[in-house]
Nanobody
Framework: QVQLVESGGGLVQAGGSLRLSCAAS????????MAWFRQAPGKEREFVAT????????TYTDSVKGRFTISRDYAKNTVYLQMNSLKPEDTAVYYC???????????WGQGTQVTVSS
C-alpha cells in the first residue's frame, strides 16, 4: 500500500505561482513513476506531468510546457509540481498518482484545489 498526500494548493492571481507537494508513504516506496493529474469542474481528468524514478525523465502535457516543472526529492519521498505563469484555465483539483509497475496508476491522493483568478 502507498499513501499519497497532496498539499500546496490555494488561490492565486493570474500570472502568479504555486508549488504543489505530494508526500508518499507506506510499507514500500518502489515506484516506476509518479504523476500529476487535474480535473476542472465539468471536465474529464487530465494528465499534467510525470517523472520516472529510473533516470528521472519527465513528460508534460502541451498546455503546461514551459510553465510547470515536476521534480522529486528521494530523501523526502516527495514529488513537486512548480507552477508558474498560472492562468485561469489552470483552475482544477490537482491529484498526485503513483505507477508501481508501468501498467497504470495504482494509487491516488485526495487532491488539492488550485484556483487562479483573473
Amino acid at each position: 500500500q502507498v499513501q499519497l498526500v497532496e498539499s500546496g494548493g490555494g488561490l492565486v492571481q493570474a500570472g502568479g505561482s504555486l508549488r504543489l507537494s505530494c508526500a508518499a508513504s507506506g510499507r514500500t516506496f518502489r515506484t516506476y513513476a509518479m504523476a500529476w493529474f487535474r480535473q476542472a469542474p465539468g471536465k474529464e481528468r487530465e494528465f499534467v506531468a510525470t517523472i520516472r524514478r529510473r533516470g528521472g525523465s519527465t513528460t508534460y502535457t502541451d498546455s503546461v510546457k514551459g510553465r510547470f516543472t515536476i521534480s522529486r526529492d528521494y530523501a523526502k519521498n516527495t514529488v513537486y509540481l512548480q507552477m508558474n505563469s498560472l492562468k485561469p484555465e489552470d483552475t482544477a483539483v490537482y491529484y498526485c498518482a503513483c505507477d508501481l509497475s508501468s501498467a497504470g496508476y495504482d494509487y491516488w491522493g485526495q487532491g488539492t484545489q488550485v484556483t487562479v483568478s483573473s
